[in-house]
């Protein structure tokens, strides 16, 4: 059983959520990767939150030649282009694309980076979207930054 199974049995009492974690990944050639971000969805509702990271200092230990102004704007940008769906579009990308967080992603962001990849769904469920938000991006994306602070 994987650890993501794991956290999964653990997690699922409380609303179903679904989510998918980004993956910044800087040379495709050796396919090494670190988190970068997490967007999760509700199962029940239109939903939908997502938090990316607003600091480099571990993905720039890991890739020294990384450019951080740039991967800082691709995070902001990101970050925008997610709180910036209203109720009304969830509700519309709820009612055509269901609870399919991959569907909801090419909504958003129909341009693909190569550096950028996200992961298979998954499931899990808690109390609330940004309680959840929260503990995934704790767990995903900063669980060793402090490292490198």
Not at 6 to 18: C, H, K, L, N, R
Not at 98 to 120: F, K, M, N, Q, T
């Amino acid at each position: 059983m994987s650890s993501v199974d794991i956290f999964e049995q653990a997690t699922m009492t409380g609303s179903p959520y679904v989510y998918t974690v980004l993956r910044y990944m800087h040379d495709r050639g050796t396919s090494e990767f670190l988190n970068a971000g997490v967007v999760v969805a509700s199962c029940d509702a239109p939903r939908i939150a997502a938090k990316f990271k607003t600091t480099c200092n571990r993905i720039q230990g890991a890739f020294p030649s990384l450019d951080t102004e740039v991967f800082l704007a691709r995070m902001k940008r990101l970050q925008e282009c997610f709180d910036g769906i209203d109720v009304a579009r969830c509700l519309e990308l709820h009612t055509r694309e269901g609870p399919s967080i991959a569907a909801w992603i090419r909504c958003v962001l129909p341009v693909e980076d190569r550096a950028l990849h996200w992961s298979p769904a998954g499931n899990c469920a808690g109390d609330s979207l940004l309680a959840t938000l929260q503990s995934l991006y704790e767990r995903c994306v900063i669980r060793h930054d402090k490292e490198y602070a």
